[in-house]
C-alpha cells in the first residue's frame, strides 16, 4: 500500500520542526495515503498534538547514540544509525515515499543520518524527496554528493542551496520556499504587557557558542529598542534540553536593570508554532537568530533582523531582498546599530515583506 514516511524530524520542541511538519501535512494528505512521521521525541509531538496530524509516530532508538558516536570510521556510524531508526527504516518498501523534512539537516556532520533513509528507498525501488532543505555549499563532498543527485526531487527553500546542488550536478532540484512560510498563525491571548508598540526578541544558544560577545551586543541592541517601543516579547524557539533558548534569553535578562526587565514579556512555553507566529505577527519588530523565528516574521510583514550563521539564513534573506538586514554572526557588533537603523526603516520595511511574500506560489509536491 502506498504510504509517505516522513523523517529528520528531531521533535516539537524545535518549534521550527514542528512549523515544518505542521504547514506541510495539509499538501502530502493530498496524495491519499497513510502518513508516518519518524521522530526523534515521540512525546514531544503528542505534546503540541502532531500525532494528531499524521497516522503514525515511529520513535527511534536513541539509546544507541552512544554506538553511533563510538564508531571509528563513518561505515560504523551508518551501521549504528541503522539500528537507530531500524523501525522506520522497516516501514519502507517500493510503494513508500520517503521526504526528508529536516531542513538543514543536510549542514552538519551526522548528515548520514539522513542518506541512510534515501538510500534504504533507492534499495528497494521507493520514491526519495528532499523537502524544504538548505544544505551548506562547501560540506558538499563526494558522498553527499552521489546521495543528493540520487533524490527524485530536491526542494530548496533559497537560492543558494540551489545553485550549490546544480552546481553539483542535482538536475532535479525545484526552488521554492520553507513551507513554514504557509503556516497560518492561530490566535491565542497576548501576553501580559504585550500591545502594538511591542517589539520580539529571540536569541539562538548555539550561535552564543560561536560567538562569546554576542550576549552583549544583544544586551547593546535591546537597551536601545527600550527607547522606542514600549515593551520587548521575548519569544524562545528551540526548547531542547540541550538547545534552549529560554537559557540564553534569561541570560539576557539578568544583564538588564529591574526597570528594564519590567518591560519585558515571555511567550508561553505552551504556544505551539502557529501561536508564536502568531505572537510575532503583533509585533512591531523581531531581531532573531532563529530561522524560523525570522520566517515567521518575514510571513506576516514584520521588520525582521537576523544574526546568522549558515547558508540558510543569508539565502532567505537575499531571495526576499532582506539580505541587508541578516548579519553574519562573525559580525555580531553590528547588531545594535542595525537595529536601530531598522526600527527607523521599519514601515518601507513592512512594505517591502508585504509586497514579496503576497504572490507566492502555492506550496506543491510534483510527482508525490
Not at 494528505?29 to 509531538?45: M, N, V, W, Y
Amino acid at each position: 500500500m502506498k504510504k509517505i514516511l516522513l523523517y529528520g524530524h528531531g521533535g516539537a520542541y524545535n518549534h521550527g520542526a514542528e512549523a515544518i511538519v505542521r504547514s506541510s501535512i495539509p499538501v502530502f494528505r493530498k496524495a491519499g495515503c497513510p502518513i508516518l512521521l519518524s521522530t526523534h521525541f515521540p512525546e514531544q509531538d503528542r505534546e503540541f498534538g502532531l500525532d494528531r496530524l499524521v497516522d503514525r509516530l515511529i520513535p527511534a532508538d536513541l539509546s544507541l547514540i552512544p554506538r553511533e558516536r563510538a564508531a571509528a570510521d563513518l561505515e560504523g556510524k551508518i551501521q549504528a544509525t541503522r539500528e537507530i531508526y531500524r523501525d522506520a527504516l522497516a516501514e519502507i518498501d517500493e510503494e513508500t515515499i520517503c521526504i526528508g523534512i529536516g531542513g538543514d539537516n543536510y549542514c552538519y556532520p551526522n548528515w548520514y543520518r539522513q542518506g541512510i533513509f534515501h538510500q534504504r528507498a533507492k534499495e528497494v525501488h521507493g520514491k526519495s524527496i528532499l523537502w524544504g532543505c538548505s544544505i551548506q555549499p562547501e560540506m558538499i563532498e563526494s558522498e553527499m554528493e552521489d546521495i543528493l543527485c540520487g533524490h527524485d526531487r530536491i526542494y530548496a527553500r533559497e537560492s543558494l542551496t540551489a545553485a550549490a546542488l546544480q552546481a553539483h550536478g542535482a538536475g532535479q532540484v525545484i526552488l521554492q520556499r520553507d513551507p513554514a512560510f504557509f503556516l497560518q498563525p492561530e490566535e491565542i491571548p497576548l501576553p501580559e504587557g504585550m500591545g502594538p508598540r511591542t517589539a520580539a526578541l529571540n536569541i539562538s544558544p548555539l550561535i552564543l557558542r560561536r560567538q562569546g560577545s554576542l550576549l552583549q551586543y544583544f544586551a547593546e541592541a535591546v537597551r536601545l529598542l527600550l527607547e522606542r517601543v514600549d515593551s520587548l516579547l521575548l519569544l524562545p524557539h528551540v526548547t531542547m534540553p540541550a538547545d534552549d533558548d529560554r537559557q540564553a534569553l534569561s541570560s539576557l535578562a539578568r544583564m538588564l536593570t529591574p526597570q528594564e526587565r519590567a518591560r519585558l514579556c515571555l511567550a508561553p512555553d505552551t504556544a505551539n508554532a502557529a501561536q508564536r507566529k502568531y505572537l510575532i505577527s503583533r509585533c512591531a519588530m523581531l531581531v532573531c537568530c532563529r530561522t524560523h523565528a525570522s520566517i515567521a516574521g518575514y510571513s506576516c510583514g514584520v521588520p525582521t533582523l537576523v544574526v546568522g550563521y549558515s547558508v540558510k539564513s543569508r539565502g532567505i534573506g537575499l531571495d526576499l531582498g532582506m539580505e541587508q538586514w541578516v548579519i553574519p554572526w562573525e559580525k555580531a557588533s553590528d547588531l545594535p546599530k542595525r537595529t536601530v537603523e531598522l526600527w527607523e526603516a521599519r514601515n518601507e520595511v513592512h512594505t517591502l515583506l508585504r509586497k514579496v511574500c503576497k504572490d507566492d506560489m502555492e506550496l506543491c509536491v510534483c510527482d508525490i
